[in-house]
């Protein structure tokens, strides 16, 4: 199917796939993180929002425990499940999602009965825009409206993470989802990592003259593994050396004393984490204060922080970083987690085609796969269509 199927078009094809009328249908969107990487199981701060791009689920019960998904992308087939003895781990590809947020909310007492979902989305996979959760979201939101569970956000969140954690073995804290639940139109979602806290920030970029480009770099981010684990240890041994929780209780004021008491590459580390924290602070402030076009330096020292100190990025996503400052761009930073996935590049209206066309020609000669570009705005979180 195309980009952004009506309802209409998924209700018929659901029809068609299940020989039923679906009971409704629900959508959530993928995100993009404007700052805050790597802050959020340090009990931090992230500011992400809610994209433009959405998984779309057409969701009927059945009076048994039998699963039956099917996805327009791709050539999956249908895939049946049973909800009876269900454990984390089992399912296979993209079954496991629906299946996990099942699981998680059994697992919180909600009795969930069995299904049929047609799901249709157009947040693109595995480029650090959060398909995955896109996915999980809009089947928590139309499970917990058809169960009548009627959970409220926060549960929501907490019964994602343990859908991606537990069942699929996905390592991943509570951005994605918050964003894609909690998201609002023309806002960012200040989120505080440690108590779920959240604040809507207004960020139109259009009404200031600007585009936030994302950047599809095309360098999968899933060999990542070792990266992102490595780099939690490094944050989980800063903050045991320097005695706190969590490296959300360090400030900026206390680095200099900390790097008599880490190694030179915990102290790069965690120098990251709390300089991006406070950048994540001083954004919001930015915000309210001046608007978007303020912020272009936080999003670069975002990116050198990155790049240096927490060694995340890759050279595709420098050369989209570099080239598209070079032309343009007031910001640019990788978002998402990183070693691959997508640069975010905030430029006004009238150079947008130059740091296209930049970008594209920058790859071209250092012999990478053609890069995606795109523009996002701040959509609505997840809700319910029809
Ligand atoms: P990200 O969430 O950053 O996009 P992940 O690796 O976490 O990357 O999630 C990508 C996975 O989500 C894919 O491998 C696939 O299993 C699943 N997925 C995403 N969108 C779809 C879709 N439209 N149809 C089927 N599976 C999908
Ligand atoms: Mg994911």
Redesign the pocket.
């Given at each position: 199917m195309t980009t952004s199927t009506d309802v209409f078009t998924l209700t018929a094809a659901f029809h068609e796939a299940f020989g039923t009328v679906p009971d409704g249908v629900w959508q959530a969107p993928?995100r993009v993180n404007l700052i805050g990487e790597h802050t959020d199981y340090n009990e931090g701060f992230v500011l992400p929002f809610a994209i433009d791009k959405t998984?779309k689920v057409a969701v009927r019960v059945r009076d048994d425990s039998t699963v039956r998904l099917l996805?327009?992308?791709?050539g999956?087939g249908l895939v049946e499940a049973s909800l009876d003895g269900l454990e984390p781990g089992s399912g296979e590809?993209?079954s496991?999602?629906p299946l996990g947020v099942a699981w998680a909310l059994k697992e919180r007492g909600v009795s969930v009965p069995g299904f049929e979902l047609l799901?249709?989305?157009?947040?693109?996979?595995?480029?650090?825009?959060?398909?995955?959760?896109?996915?999980e979201c809009a089947v928590i939101t139309a499970l917990n409206e058809l169960t009548g569970a009627n959970l409220p956000a926060e549960e929501l969140v907490l019964a994602t993470q343990r859908a991606?954690n537990i069942f699929?073995g996905?390592p991943?804290g509570i951005m994605?989802q918050s964003a894609s639940l909690r998201g609002a139109k023309g806002q960012a979602v200040f989120l505080d990592c440690r108590d779920q806290h959240v604040e809507l920030v207004p960020f139109d970029a259009e009404a200031s003259g600007l585009v936030l480009l994302v950047i599809d770099t095309k360098v999968s981010?899933?060999h990542a593994d070792g990266g992102y684990a490595s780099r939690r240890a490094s944050c989980e041994l800063g903050a045991q050396v320097l005695g706190v929780t969590a490296l959300r209780d360090v400030g900026v004021e206390d680095l200099e004393a900390a790097s008599g008491l880490l190694d030179e590459v915990t102290m790069r580390r965690v120098r990251h984490v709390v300089t991006e924290n406070d950048r994540v602070l001083q954004t919001v402030e930015l915000l309210g204060a001046q608007g978007p076009a303020s912020i272009g330096p936080l999003l670069d020292a975002s990116h050198a922080s990155m790049r240096d100190d927490f060694e995340i990025s890759c050279p595709e996503l420098d050369l989209a970083v570099d080239t598209a400052r070079a032309n343009g761009a007031i910001g640019a930073r990788m978002t998402?987690?990183g070693f691959g996935?997508s640069a975010i590049a905030l430029t006004p209206v009238g150079e947008e085609h130059k740091v296209r066309d930049a970008v594209v020609r920058s790859f071209a000669e250092a012999g990478y796969t053609a890069p995606d570009i795109f523009t996002v705005t701040p959509a609505e979180g997840a809700f319910r269509l029809a």
């Open positions: 993928g998984a996805s327009t992308f791709g999956h590809g993209w496991r999602y799901l249709d989305s157009d947040v693109p996979l595995g480029a650090g825009l959060s398909s995955s959760h896109a996915i991606e699929v996905a991943t994605d981010h899933s998402g987690g996935g």
